[in-house]
């Protein structure tokens, strides 16, 4: 007994047998292990680099003033038109109040150039009556003179001839001075009338472009109005989609300016993965390809997806300040691409409900 117990040789041979086996089940598991992800990298492409995405829609309010009551709180679910807060609008009334009434006197001056160009047409036509007038009477009063002329050149001769007064040949000449006065007198009335009109005309004329002027102010009146209006109903902010809010962190009384992002809607109508592969990936990827995805925060659910599209610049070129490799010191590194990602119908809806914008996740891409 005492020369088996001091055999070490014997001792030693089945602790070696097991760290034989052991290693030999390592190498196995090991090469089977490797085999496999050789095997699946020839058809596959897989990356941790991707993120749950969505729609994301600012709540931009378009007026600024002091907010009055706000009807949502974080985290709520709204729909489409749904009221999310409103903002003081006693200035935006007073403005719609001077929109209207100068819209108001705008009308009103229009009506007053419509009656300036009715009664300057209306002395248009009178000026025109009275030069027309005018010309009758002169061509009456000139054929009259002729006469006169006439007469007195025929008891000239006569009274020459001693064959009439001297009472006669003074009453012909007579008759032809007033007949000739005559003349000049409806001559001088005709310019009167003619210098008349042509001041009606340039009267007219200023009415009817005053008119165009009192029709463009109400044109610019109603713009004005239509824009106070417009104001007055951006003082309540509705949802401009359906989904989630985010963090609400306005309070009533609280002033705010327009263009200025207070929270956001995050829209559940549509989910997409972003992932960032390695540029050395993208040889055998295509628009199409299944994909199949695990997200860190369940990952006993698996989802199914399909590529949409690739994006047209690497994703450190979008950074705030990119990569200037037109330096000394360039050091080649492999870049990444953000690939879209759409769920396909074939997903539980009840899971995709589940996923948030920003969670991470695990997407291979069967590229065979």
């Keep these: 007994m005492e020369d088996i117990n001091n055999n070490p040789s014997e001792v030693k041979k089945p602790s070696n047998k097991k760290f034989i086996a052991a290693l030999i089940a390592l190498v196995l598991i090991g090469g089977t292990y490797g085999t496999y992800k050789y095997i699946h990298s020839q058809a596959h492409e897989t990356t941790d680099d991707a993120q749950i995405d969505k729609n994301m829609s600012p709540i931009?309010?378009?007026?600024?003033?002091?907010?009055?009551?706000?009807?949502?709180?974080?985290?709520?679910?709204?729909?489409?038109?749904?009221?999310?807060?409103?903002?003081?609008?006693?200035?935006?009334?007073?403005?719609?109040?001077?929109?209207?009434?100068?819209?108001?006197?705008?009308?009103?001056?229009?009506e007053v150039s419509k009656a300036d160009v009715a009664a300057t047409s209306a002395n248009l036509a009178i000026s025109d009556a009275t030069v027309q007038s005018n010309s009758g009477s002169i061509e009456a009063a000139q054929i009259r003179a002729n006469q006169a002329n006439n007469d007195f050149q025929r008891y000239t001769n006569l009274y020459n001839n001693h064959s009439i007064t001297k009472q006669q040949y003074e009453q012909a000449m007579t008759a032809k001075l007033e007949a000739d006065k005559q003349v000049e007198v409806l001559k001088q009335q005709r310019n009167a009338s003619s210098s008349q009109r042509q001041a009606v005309v340039s009267k007219t004329t200023v009415a009817s472009k005053q008119t165009s002027v009192a029709q463009a102010n109400i044109e610019r009146a109603k713009a004005i109005l239509e824009a106070a209006k417009l104001n007055l109903s951006y003082t309540v902010v509705r949802a401009s989609a359906d989904g989630q809010i985010s963090s609400v962190k306005i309070q009533p009384g609280q002033v705010i300016n327009p263009g200025?992002?207070?929270?956001?809607?995050?829209?559940n109508s549509e989910t997409w993965v972003v992932a960032n592969f390695k540029e050395t990936q993208l040889n055998k990827m295509r628009p199409g390809q299944k994909v199949h995805i695990v997200v860190d925060a369940y990952p006993d659910t698996s989802f199914e997806g399909e590529i949409t599209s690739f994006s047209p610049a690497t994703g450190s070129r979008f950074s705030l300040l990119p990569p200037d490799n037109a330096t000394g010191n360039f050091v080649k590194t492999v870049q990444r691409v953000p690939v879209k990602i759409k769920l396909t119908e074939n997903n539980p809806a009840e899971a995709i409900a589940l996923l948030r914008a920003g969670m991470n996740a695990d997407v291979d891409v069967a590229v065979k």
Excluded: C, H, M
């Design 260 to 267: 200025a992002a207070l929270f956001y809607i995050i829209d």
């Design 60 to 110: 931009i309010p378009r007026v600024g003033g002091y907010i009055t009551k706000v009807y949502v709180k974080d985290n709520d679910i709204v729909k489409k038109g749904d009221t999310l807060f409103t903002i003081d609008n006693l200035d935006y009334l007073v403005k719609v109040q001077e929109a209207q009434a100068a819209l108001t006197a705008a009308e009103s001056s229009f």
